[in-house]
């Protein structure tokens, strides 16, 4: 089935990431039809009424994060964009950064102006470095014209908006180090609560969202909640980018309505790679979800669908493996990255990670012993619930559902002594 490029719209055409071209295809229409429609307390409520979940990961609804800010206090509020966009297998923001950065910046300016912030970071993955100029470029733009600055479109509201680019690290994108990171300090996870909304960045209320759930923030201001609210489905509204890689034909990021099933999604980027391969699993919210064997692939790809099937939409970065992949091979490359990139400060993370892939490397290797297979699950109980920040259950859930979906094929790799499908590939 085709659906309607909301997201997508302007991507793929020329100049797609100039104000010019922006603006001629009806850009910033809905900033100014914020400004003359509603207050500030009303397009608060009109983003919750749109029923917007974060597109960042954990699907909390936008205009709700919005109203905890606290009242009445004295103190700047901030907004930081989150364009760390590092989870394996996600790359939609890139998109939206790289070829549409003014219907992102549309729905920041949207956005700030209704929880009441006048300076914004943007803050951006260091190795974007193209995303960096692009978008840099954009604000420039922005300010030449009176979008951003003292004033904008003479609204009355100030808004400066200030590009930071970050070093690297996977954790950067958890929120809290990312405030960490943004205030010049290691990007270390703090203890929550407070949460930010209370006491964020400078130790004043702030507001960290995504990237495409800003982006949609626009949507909302153009064509208004309940238009939103009917695509999708009940309680996962609006469109959605979907990033779709592996053995697929055509891996890509997709735009559908929330709720499309993930077997139409496999279809859209051109359907399995190798006929003669079938589907195994799909991990469908990008390297930290649990996985899903074939078997559980009926589902609809939407927030709550996926938690009732025991994973999570994640960040939307679907893994396709088809069935010449070996899940301990797979389960090793996912434990790698958590290692590399556990910022050590809980003992549990930093610790657990290293043993998954001393377990998982002999597995693969044929030097596995018989308590390897619980030797995993026991690791990840421990690790799961016992860290700072979501990057222990980013860790724990890939290991302990891969384990438990794929088990005989883990015992396998011990009493076979080494990989099965590798052995077979080489004869
Ligand atoms: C380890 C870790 C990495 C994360 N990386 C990102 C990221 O790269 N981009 C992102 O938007 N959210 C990321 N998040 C989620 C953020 O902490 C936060 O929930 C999100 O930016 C909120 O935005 P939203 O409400 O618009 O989804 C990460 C979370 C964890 C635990």
Redesign the pocket.
Known sequence: MAYDKLLTRNLGKPNSATLDAYQASGGYQGLRRVFKEFTPEKFVEEVKASGLR???????P?GV?WGFLPKGLEVPRYLCV??????PG?FK?RLLIEQDPHLVLEGIIASAWAIGCHTAFFYI?GEFHKGARIFQKAIEEAYAKGLLGRNILGSGFDLDLIVYRGAGA??C???TA?LESLEGKRGLPRIKPPFPAVVGLYGCPTI????E??ANVTLIAERGAAWFAAIGRPKNTGPKLFCVSGHVARPGVYEAPLGIPMKELIEMAGGMMRPDRPLKAVVPGGS?MKILPAAKCDVLMDFDSLAAAGTSLG?AGMFVMDSGTCMVDALWNVCRFYAHESCGQCTPCREGTGWFVKILKRLERGDGVPDDVELLDNVASRVEGNTI???GE?VAWPVQSYVKEFRDEFQEHVTRRGCPLAAAAAR
């Open positions: 974060g597109r960042g990961g954990a699907g909390f936008a994060k989150n364009a760390d966009e590092s989870e996600t923001d993955r996977y954790i994108g958890e929120e990312l960290i969202n995504n990237v759930t800003l930290s960040s920040c979501p990057f980013a």
